[in-house]
């Protein structure tokens, strides 16, 4: 089957579906200019062991080192803008297609793009917290001390360690996450994942939750023998086109 007849394919599943979602991973944010975690000579973590610099044990035990060698990464994905692939999840929520969307990704282009229903299953960099007393902080106050040599960056009540809102290695998984799981197990009739390698669990086992799937991502994963629809493509030019198709066919 050719691709435009894979996106009428999966645009045909999504009007026949009454519980469509979504789950998203890095593939989707690298047309944003963020770097993905395991592409071959390009990955992140082919430059950095993220055991070494991004872990909780290091916050813990050395602050420093976390935040000298991870935290500027952190940094400038706040500064990255939404693709079309994030506007065309966004318009397929907005045309009442889209009921939810799970994301892997803690850049908050969903929300940016205007997404409404998400669950940020490895947590966001819009806040992050005390690790002492738990006392909130916007992400900015965390930039705002690394960028004053305020290393590590520490709470104004109790001085104990800032640490942003996102899952480290190490980390227990959310709370949001099991919400997620228990939606999809309830509702989930066909699922669409963009962008993701569908590797890293426990995210990995969502696709299971799902009635139907379908799969755009540059490379192969364990999933595409089971998928409806398995498409090759970039995601801001495949999400853009299946929401064009499904406008087209309203």
């Known amino acids: 089957m050719d691709y435009q007849g894979q996106i009428e394919q999966a ?18 944010s690298t047309e944003s200019g963020i770097p993905d975690f395991r592409t071959p ?6 430059k950095f062991d993220p055991i070494e610099t991004s872990s909780v044990e290091v916050l813990q ?8 060698s991870a935290f500027n990464r952190f940094a400038s994905i706040t500064l990255a803008e ?27 282009l969903h929300v940016k793009a205007g997404s409404r229903k998400i669950w940020e299953v490895h947590g966001h960099l819009r806040s992050g917290y005390c690790q002492g007393c738990k006392k909130r902080y916007s992400f900015e106050e965390l930039v705002h001390q690394v960028e004053l040599k305020r290393i590590p960056p520490v709470c ?10 996102v899952v480290l290695f190490g980390d227990p998984m959310p709370p949001i996450f099991y919400e997620a799981e228990e939606i999809l ?7 669409l994942a ?12 969502l696709p299971r939750l799902a009635g139907q799937l379908i799969i755009i991502n540059s ?6 023998q089971v998928a409806e629809v398995v498409i090759r493509e970039k995601c801001g030019k495949a999400l853009h086109d299946l929401a064009g198709q499904l406008a087209a066919d309203q």
């Open 219 to 224: 490379s192969p994963t364990e999933y595409d």
């Open 11 to 28: 645009a045909a599943l999504i009007k026949k579906s009454t519980g469509f979602y979504s789950l998203t991973g890095a593939g989707l």
């Open 185 to 191: 197990r309830a509702n989930c009739d066909l699922m």
């Open 82 to 108: 939404p693709n079309p692939g994030h506007y065309a999840l966004a318009r397929m929520e907005e045309m009442g297609f889209l009921k939810g969307l799970v994301t892997q990704n803690i850049d908050g």
């Open 41 to 46: 000579g390009e990955g992140i973590w082919e």
């Open 156 to 165: 104004r009540t109790c001085f104990d360690v800032l640490r942003p809102d």
């Open 61 to 68: 035990n050395n602050p420093r080192v976390f935040y000298e």
């Open 194 to 205: 963009a962008g993701s390698s569908l590797v890293v669990y426990p995210v990995a086992y």
